[in-house]
């Protein structure tokens, strides 16, 4: 029976619900009990906050079982909490670029990209690698002709061609709006024209802006894509004997071109991810909408729903041969799992239930439990045998027999006796060429000439890794470890890559004191700590060491800026970890934060820790609200909300505490970039001509003056203090860089071998060296009156990043120095005498020379001043003394009044800096006597200690303004 098409019954409830929404309407979709999601993710109508909630009501009392097609789920919902509007409204397909394009429009000069980035890879598959792959691939096509031609397109990652059959591989689509390809057509009468269907249909990771066409071999790319400038392209078909004429399934439904791409014209409306010609016939096409059958005979003016011998699903995949061009099967999933294979003798009038088991969308052996048939499915019919079919999901099945039976062929890690072929396939086409069968997977491509007893895997030379998290060493320039999704977590060393851990890859650490120690994550906060890439054993996961929660898809941690046995991580709460690199036995980790905001069920987004101040540590949550501790160290930490002065509401994409003002702090909201001078409590706006996409990490350049990177999905831009504006640092890399993560090596001796790294989401590893443009010399200094027998430390604050440094000290010791920032410059005598810095780089020089810019006196005395740790020590009678006299004091005398003291840690009343243990309670004055060359002067602090009484302390931004800060 045939039906003309009409919206399925899905998209008939979804868009009452959307109507509705806000207001009770008992025709809603029952979401916990049909995967509503998965079209919904699919639809960027849909609002994002009613496909989390449709995604959480479906699973809420399910389990979650290997290969069920969560993950892949989890995987798009973190990359979209981030790019859509703050109601949940998605943005438009071709956003990214239009932004792009206008940032170029507006800034035509002073945006001049600079950086001179280098793909780092990896191009190879790392070595050790427990099963191979490098990324995912959605699209197979194939040279007419010559079988060593093979166009391969990844979701994010771009078109890659081989003209030696994979031994290797070049891409021309850096210059692209997009980088995500699921469909490729090859004019047979010119292969040298190609058309690029954008997107990526199965997971979202990429945007679709229809199709691209070369005439060039794939040389350059122009647009194809009138009328459907905004559609993923799912699958693309090229008339057998009208090179000129192609059909699109996509997102907003079937569309076909007769003059190469010039015009579409819409066929049918929906979500088409298939369509297929009939092998004898092109006016005769088959394709699919969800799990429903189409079918036209008179090339696609009209199209037909055939149910005769069917039952619906959730998404179905075509398979013809010539063998038979009678012969249709359709592999129909229900949900997640395989539904049944249907087969057609009469070119798919009707259709018989072949099998409906064993479930070959799981990753067993023999079919059972689980699948992600949504986002993993397709497949293929032998040209010469119209029995053979292979189909995948995580693995891939073979029928001998027109799908009555099916044995397992590949097997994702190389169990069940079969070969090893990376999970999740994607895309299964015979090269017409050699007859070869080809898999794309989430691993790269394979292929089989024997009908799957053995696969060849040729996508060495493809750096198509998509990178979440990156982790770059402090103290090895070349020893960065990256997490990738689908390929686990691999470390570089500067001469390729190793093996780090399977799984997704996420957060990754490399430790700054002992660059032998590295750590990666899993997702919800597995961290397994390495020694020398090799495992030793996990540090952090729920219920390990006193830990009884789980974090998010990719849970944030950090080592303490300063001492490396020390990590925080953010769960649901956030926790503290004083011995991490222990052993087992004696690994245990403490919660530092509870209930923040009266909530204890959003899971943490970013931590960071103050450089300038390790007490002071921030917390992201992803319910858009921002924490703040100044004593993170303590056993209870008191926590401040910091969200109420947020300039927007949002989750922050970064948080980046300046290394030496423990008061400035920057934060990634959206798209904009803020910076705050009083630990959040109020923010400016930076973020100048910065275009409007997502913003993803900020490093802070420790050698420029306040430089600044941020990552994005359109690149790098950097902006220091002497820019009135950002640059786009961008040049070498892709226009759609989507890059997760930048971090910077800085080297301790030469600042032109510093570099910094940044990790791409479909291009895997990239570098560059630092922003550096015409020096332009400036400095400052610790002090400029001093005593005699006083040292100075200087400071470049030279424009231009400076590699090399001059300094001339007039009347010191020593004279010179070629450091960028000389410390300890020692003044013995009385004069005024003048400083010189020289600068240079390769792009030039300058010179400041500043006159009697040192002045040292004989008359100036100590300026004296001190603090202590407590004034009314709680618990203990202990208080520890620090010196802040100025004017350089060479000898110290304290005195304690009426109070008997003992002095402890070796100190006595004549160290600077004493630890005095008080032994009767009382009120106390405590005075300091400090000389320098000149003389000596005092101070005096009246009752400045109470010892036997505990007073509340307020911390002192509550006494500064105690209506500035709200609990957490």
Known sequence: MKKTILFTAFAALLSLYVAGQGTANQDAPDYANYPYWIDMMEDPSVNFFEVQKAFNAYWEDREVTRGSGFKPFKRWEYRMQYRVKPDGERYRENQVWAAYQKFIQDNPASKSPAGDWENLGPYFIPSAKGYQGLGRLNALAFHPTNPDIIFVGAPSGGLWITHDGGVTWNSYCDNLPTLGVSAIAVDYTDPDVIYMGTGDRDAGDAAGIGVLKSTDGGMTWANANAGIENLKVGRMIMHPTEHNTLYIGSTGGIYKTTDGGQTWLQQAGGNFKEIVFKTDDPQTIFASKGGDFYKTTNGGSNWSMITNGLVTGSRGVIAVTPDNPQVVYFLVTGGNEFKALYRSSDAGESFTEMSNSPNIMSWGCEGGDGGQAWYDLDIAADPLDENIIFAGGVNCFKSSDGGTTWQISSHWWGDCGVPAVHADLHVLEYNPADGRLYTGNDGGIYWTDNGGTNWTVITDGMPISQVYKIGQSATVRDLVINGYQDNGTSTYDGNGWDFTRGGDGFECIIDFEESQFSYASLYYGSVARYYNNNYQMVVAENGKYGIDESGAWITPFILDEYDADIMFIGYKNVWRCENVKAGSSQISWKRISWDLANNNGNNMAVLEQSPANTDILYAGRSDKKVFRTDNAFSDNPTWYSLTSFLPQSA?????????????????????????????????????????????????????????????????????DASMSDWIWFNQGLPTDASINEIEIFCHPDSISEDVIRAGTYGRGLWSSDMWFGTPNAGFTSSATLIPPDCSVDFFDASGGVPHFFEWTFEGATPASS???????????????????????????????????????????????????????PCGTSVVRFTDLTLNCPNSWHWQFGTANVSFLEGTNENSQNPVVQYDDPGLYTVTLIAQNANGQGDLTKNDYVIIGECLCPIPKILKADPSAMHPG
């Open 818 to 872: 070629t450091e960028r920032d000389p410390v300890g410059i020692s003044y013995d005598i009385p004069g005024s005498f003048a400083v010189k810095l020289k600068v240079s780089n390769e792009l030039g020089e300058d010179s400041l020379y500043v006159a009697a810019y040192i002045t040292v006196s004989d008359e100036i005395l100590p300026e004296v001043d001190f603090s202590a740790d407590e004034l009314t």
């Open 651 to 719: 989750t922050p994409g970064d948080i980046e505490a300046h290394p030496f003002d423990e008061n400035i702090v920057y934060i990634l909201l959206g798209s904009k970039i803020y910076k705050s001078y009083d630990k959040g409590m109020t923010w400016d706006d930076i973020s100048g001509s910065i275009p409007d996409v997502h913003l993803t990490s900020i490093a802070f350049y420790k050698k420029s003056q306040e430089g600044l990177y941020v990552s994005s999905d359109l690149g790098v831009f950097y902006k």
